[in-house]
């Protein structure tokens, strides 16, 4: 089978925040794709974070709803992750209650996140991003690592959805990286 798809390679030497060398986005961004595929977007993304594994982690999981916001207004959506197999990323409201989002479909501590759900999609379909986190060989405790991430939309996806290279950049680069990098 052939898909037919465009895509578009994006590569950031220096980031907004002003880090140099091996600081470099990579980013590969497909474009909406055929009606025939079962895709609908297909974003990833990697980030170097100049922070242990650990802590790198650590924000990834504990405190997804300090660096995951909306988009594009970046307002604080109170993220509640539940790291482990099973468990529940969700939303909740002011007023009590909330909104289901995903679930934790696959967790190897220090190493990778993978969520499965609708997210903020209303329509029939199926979103996954998948968190992998790598760090050069033999430096896998203390040295920087990347931060991989892979977010794609099986069934419809909203028009906002094509916003998503920019929102992962915006969470990452303004909320992510400082919380992992100690300056917030």
Same mark, same amino acid.
């Given at each position: 089978?052939?898909?037919?798809?465009?895509?578009?390679?994006?590569?950031?030497?220096?980031?907004?925040?002003?880090?140099?060398?091996?600081?470099?986005?990579?980013?590969?961004?497909?474009?909406?794709?055929?009606?025939?595929?079962?895709?609908?977007?297909?974003?990833?993304?990697?980030?170097?974070?100049?922070?242990?594994?650990?802590?790198?982690?650590?924000?990834?999981? +504990?405190?997804?709803?300090?660096?995951?916001? @909306?988009? *594009? =207004?970046? %307002?604080?959506? $109170?993220?509640?992750?539940?790291?482990?197999?099973?468990?529940?990323?969700?939303?909740?409201?002011?007023?009590?209650?909330?909104?289901?989002?995903?679930?934790?479909?696959?967790?190897?501590?220090?190493?990778?996140?993978?969520?499965?759900?609708?997210?903020?999609?209303?329509?029939?379909?199926? +979103?996954?991003?998948?968190?992998?986190?790598? @760090?050069? *060989? =033999?430096? %896998?405790?203390? $040295?920087?690592?990347?931060?991989?991430?892979?977010?794609?939309?099986?069934?419809?996806?909203?028009?906002?959805?094509?916003?998503?290279?920019?929102?992962?950049?915006?969470?990452?680069?303004?909320?992510?990286?400082?919380?992992?990098?100690?300056?917030?």
């Amino acid at each position: 089978m052939v898909r037919l798809t465009r895509a578009i390679g994006l590569e950031w030497c220096q980031s907004p925040l002003g880090f140099r060398g091996n600081n470099v986005w990579s980013v590969i961004m497909t474009e909406r794709l055929a009606p025939t595929s079962h895709l609908s977007l297909d974003v990833k993304l990697q980030v170097p974070v100049r922070a242990s594994r650990a802590r790198a982690w650590e924000i990834l999981t +504990t405190r997804m709803g300090d660096w995951m916001r @909306s988009y *594009p =207004g970046r %307002e604080h959506m $109170g993220l509640v992750l539940e790291a482990r197999p099973g468990g529940m990323l969700w939303r909740p409201f002011p007023e009590g209650g909330g909104c289901w989002w995903a679930t934790v479909r696959y967790l190897k501590p220090l190493h990778r996140l993978d969520l499965v759900g609708p997210f903020f999609m209303e329509g029939p379909s199926v +979103t996954t991003i998948v968190f992998t986190l790598e @760090s050069a *060989p =033999g430096d %896998e405790s203390n $040295g920087p690592c990347t931060l991989s991430v892979h977010h794609r939309i099986m069934g419809e996806s909203p028009p906002e959805s094509e916003m998503a290279n920019e929102a992962w950049r915006c969470f990452l680069e303004e909320f992510y990286i400082p919380l992992s990098e100690g300056s917030s």
